[in-house]
């Protein structure tokens, strides 16, 4: 399965995608960081059309689950859950995996 953890840039992303080893997993966060750290930039949770955004980012790269480490990112998605669902796309609240 192929798996999207927002808030790359925080060490319990990385914790998180070490417990998640037998899917392909990639890193995204809204943040500003170094291109070369092989995260992907996501938009940011406080746009207006965030959510539509992270789907079409979604099913672009493929992405099954979104493991979301933010809360604002978490709030926002699940507004859209139902949305997302349509597209077999799972929103999980990444904060507590841990």
Known sequence: ??????S?????????KATLADNDVVL?????????????????????TYA??????SLDNGFEAIYLLNQQELD???????????YNISIIDGQHKL
């Open 1 to 6: 399965m192929k798996v999207l953890i927002t």
């Open 52 to 57: 539509h955004e992270m789907l079409t980012l």
């Open 76 to 86: 926002v998605l699940l507004l859209s859950q139902q949305l997302f669902n349509e």
């Open 28 to 48: 995204g966060d809204f943040n500003d960081f170094p291109s070369f750290m092989g995260i992907i930039k996501l938009p940011n949770p406080a746009s207006d």
């Open 8 to 16: 790359a840039t925080s060490s319990r992303a990385h914790k998180l």
